[in-house]
């Protein structure tokens, strides 16, 4: 078996962070590649992520994650004094697939775990000179500017397909906090019938640990509440501390796990 690149971009990734494996006759076993994040704002105390994938069959498994993982020492290397992490995600319940990270040394205790998150009474109390409004998205340049205001603020995983089908939802909330005329965080919550799940949140750095998160989630929950909505759902990181603190201060409760996240500190 040998490793090789791509000859050129794939799925918009360099060819060097993409390998693919395959046998004498040439034929492929299995592709791979190493996706690397900088997220200080979620993991403030690990802000290097590594993700890779893989998907080769079983003879091809282990050479491929062996190219995957020398590869991700190497991009971890261009920035050495902070702290970094591989890892890959997995369904909860593959075993097999949890047995093998778990022989090669990493960590399967981090996921993504299923929240339920009572409605507080009240509106929520909005901090002095503050205010929230609603988040405008008319026009294709307002929903760009959305977008881009969550990736900077590591809310990578919601893009123009993923917001138009919330704003198609019957119920969808997307509302600003603004300190004064600055923008300092925003919170999108969509569903239907009784139930509402929070899709995104963030708080720019600056304006973190002083409650704003929770008085613009208390808000928003408010709103939906006034909507008809009674059971309120949230997906956290649970390595994630910024979205522990602010879960638990709705005292949320784990009603499930999502998907499992092997991980190894480099």
Request: hydrophobic letters at 40%.
């Amino acid at each position: 078996m040998q490793v090789n690149h791509p000859l050129g971009m794939y799925n918009n990734l360099p060819p060097e962070d993409v390998f693919i494996i395959t046998d004498e006759m040439g034929s492929e076993m299995g592709v791979g590649y190493v996706i690397y994040q900088f997220q200080p704002h979620l993991y403030p105390d690990c802000p290097i992520n590594l993700y890779f994938t893989m998907d080769c069959q079983p003879a091809a498994r282990y050479m491929l994650f062996g190219a995957l993982i020398a590869r991700a020492r190497q991009l971890r290397d261009c920035n050495p004094t902070v702290r970094a992490r591989v890892y890959t995600n997995i369904a909860p319940a593959d075993t097999m697939t949890k047995d093998f990270y778990l022989h090669a040394g990493f960590d399967c205790s981090d996921s993504e775990d299923i929240l339920r998150l009572p409605i507080p009474p009240g509106d929520g109390r909005i901090p002095m000179s503050c205010a929230v409004v609603a988040t405008a998205l008319n026009t294709p340049e307002e929903q760009s500017a959305l977008l881009c205001r969550l990736a900077q603020n590591d809310v990578t995983y919601i893009d123009q397909n993923y917001l138009n089908q919330l704003r198609a939802l019957p119920h969808f909330m997307a509302l600003g906090l603004y300190r004064n005329t600055e923008l300092v965080g925003e919170v999108i919550m969509a569903g239907e019938g009784d139930s509402c799940e929070l899709a995104a949140i963030y708080i720019t750095p600056p304006s973190r640990r002083q409650g704003m998160g929770k008085a613009l989630l208390h808000r928003c929950m408010a709103i939906m509440a006034a909507e008809g909505v009674t059971h309120v759902t949230a997906r956290i990181m649970n390595r994630s501390q910024p979205q522990r603190r602010l879960v638990s201060a709705f005292h949320a409760e784990v009603t499930g796990v999502n998907m499992l996240f092997p991980g190894l500190y480099l």
